[in-house]
């Protein structure tokens, strides 16, 4: 089996500036036989570019990545060959995009507490297509206004944990995120390790159910990736990978940047619960 699939790819359902069909654009262009659709919290992006790839042989993989939190840090939990059209998966979507636009509301509101009072809740909604507003979409009007001199300081400065415009995410652990996935016919995968730095933990994922790891990720180093190809092989994970591109809204990745084989994918199909 032959060719190579990007596993992580936002649209501008949640916090990228690419449309589907521009993703399959991009995708045509890198060489790729596959990629998996994963925005945030949403799978409005999934039959877009389903139909944007039809006149290509190009297989489109419908996945989500599930926001969650779990002793104070966020992990994130990516869901491959999920149901996007019905299921428990698609009823508790609304609960989340809710809650995600009751948290933009709080944090804007928050800022307006410090004096950051030029930003409004429609601003932010204009960034995306979607009801899926979350902090990268504020922190890109921070750096608009020059509240800030980059989008990493917005994080840091203004919108980060601990920091005066924070407010909480929906309260979903991974553990439950990972039974979202299963019970919706998925593969649960956990998103970028090298981030979370919650390796403790992924013994106890695989117990509850985690198939994969995301091992191979954009701008890793080649020690890191090897330490958590070993993390996989000694859990039993499928070692997973992907660009995680966002469009212009992340200017050190982009589709294709990393990729795996195409046998990855058929690891994932045959995992499904």
Wanted: aromatic share 8%; net charge negative.
């Amino acid at each position: 089996m032959s060719g190579t699939a990007d596993l992580h790819i936002h649209t501008y359902f949640s916090d990228s500036t690419s449309s589907p069909q521009e993703v399959v654009d991009d995708a045509l262009k890198a060489g790729l036989s596959c990629i998996a659709i994963t925005d945030h919290d949403i799978v409005q992006g999934v039959a877009p570019t389903i139909e944007a790839a039809k006149p290509h042989a190009l297989e489109i993989v419908p996945g989500i990545e599930l926001s969650s939190e779990f002793e104070n840090c966020d992990i994130h939990i990516l869901g491959y060959f999920i149901d996007y059209q019905k299921g428990p998966l698609l009823e508790k979507i609304d609960v989340f995009l809710d809650a995600r636009v009751e948290r933009m509301k709080q944090m804007i509101m928050n800022l307006k507490g410090i004096g950051v009072n030029n930003i409004e809740f429609e601003e932010v909604c204009a960034l995306t297509q979607s009801r899926a507003v979350g902090r990268a979409h504020l922190a890109t009007l921070l750096l608009q206004k020059g509240w800030v001199s980059n989008f990493k300081s917005a994080f840091e400065k203004y919108i980060g944990p601990g920091c005066p415009g924070y407010a909480p995410k929906y309260n979903q652990t991974p553990f439950e995120a990972i039974e979202l996935i299963r019970s919706s016919g998925g593969v649960a995968v956990m998103a970028h390790p090298m981030l979370t730095q919650k390796d403790e933990l992924i013994p106890r994922f695989a117990a509850a159910g985690l198939k994969g790891l995301e091992v191979y990720y954009p701008n890793s180093m080649n020690n890191v990736t090897e330490f958590y190809e070993r993390i996989a092989k000694k859990n039993g994970l499928i070692a997973t990978g992907g660009s995680d591109a966002h469009g212009k809204a992340k200017s050190y990745t982009y589709v294709g940047k990393r990729t795996v084989p195409l046998e990855v994918v058929e690891q994932l199909r045959q995992a499904k619960a």
